[in-house]
């Protein structure tokens, strides 16, 4: 049986720990052809408005449909769901934590988009991927792959921005074996996926702008502040202010 590609997103209820998934789209990449998956669920979990807002799925929508559970959608992911597989997500961890909520625990290998990202092209003003969209000009091929698969696009609907992502994928798998001529890109991703972050600036707070290299050596006290006081510290942050401490 041959390996697959499964690229998934999902829209929820909100991004609390109550919310839960209401859409799940994915295509999956075999070795001849390409399967589309796109349900719309029920949920106990009203959708927040700033949901709404960002993915334009309204409680109309989901009247009557099947509880993601009882979805044929959900029941393919979990056939597919094996180690030789690969799972393909934007922002993983999200997606991922939104399955699981409905006993999805993923098993297979997991390239998170974001991640890579962030690792290959680490001074992007942004890595979102409707930013990437437009940055690589995605937007230019998407009509005609959409065409091809039968797919309407429409920004934040899981089985567009999975289109996207598609087409995104193509051309992060370059940049990749560019980066790393030497090994198999897909297998890399997978390996970049897991791999910190070495974050560079500080986006936010007394030192905004600045690199944490400059912190360290300036006020590093306050580096080792956050590392004792903040219990929410991204852990990209954590370990590369570790990295200069150390360094």
């Known amino acids: 049986m041959s390996k697959k590609y499964v690229i998934l997103d999902t829209e929820t209820t909100g991004i609390g ?3 839960r998934a209401i859409q799940l789209g994915f295509m999956v990449l075999g070795a001849k052809d390409i399967e589309v998956h796109n349900e719309f669920f029920s949920s106990d979990i009203p959708i927040g408005f700033g949901a709404m807002e960002v993915h334009g799925i309204t409680q109309e929508m989901i009247e009557g449909k099947p509880t993601c559970q009882d979805s044929q959608s959900y029941k393919r992911l979990c056939e597919l769901n094996t180690d030789e597989n690969y799972v393909i997500i934007h922002n993983a961890p999200f997606d991922l934590g939104m399955l699981e909520k409905e006993g999805f625990i993923s098993k297979m290998k997991v390239i998170d988009t974001l991640r890579v990202a962030k690792h290959i092209l680490p001074d992007e003003e942004a890595h979102r991927l409707q930013y990437f969209r437009y940055k690589m000009g995605i937007y230019k091929d998407e009509q005609k792959e959409a065409d091809a698969l039968g797919i309407e696009i429409k920004a934040h609907d899981a089985i567009g921005d999975v289109l996207i992502l598609k087409l995104f ?3 992060l ?3 990749v074996r560019e980066s790393f001529p030497d ?3 897909v297998e890399k991703m997978v390996e970049l996926t897991s791999t910190p972050i070495l974050v560079k600036n500080f986006r936010f707070g007394k030192h ?3 690199t944490l290299q400059e912190v360290a050596g300036s006020d590093s006290g306050y580096l080792r502040w956050m590392l004792s006081s903040m219990e929410n510290l991204d852990e990209d942050l954590r370990y590369s202010i570790n990295h200069v401490l150390g360094a």
Request: charged content about 55%; glycine content about 6%.
């Open 17 to 19: 720990d109550d919310d």
């Open 173 to 175: 798998k370059d940049l």
């Open 183 to 185: 090994a198999n890109p």
């Open 208 to 210: 905004k702008g600045k």
């Open 169 to 171: 994928l193509s051309k």
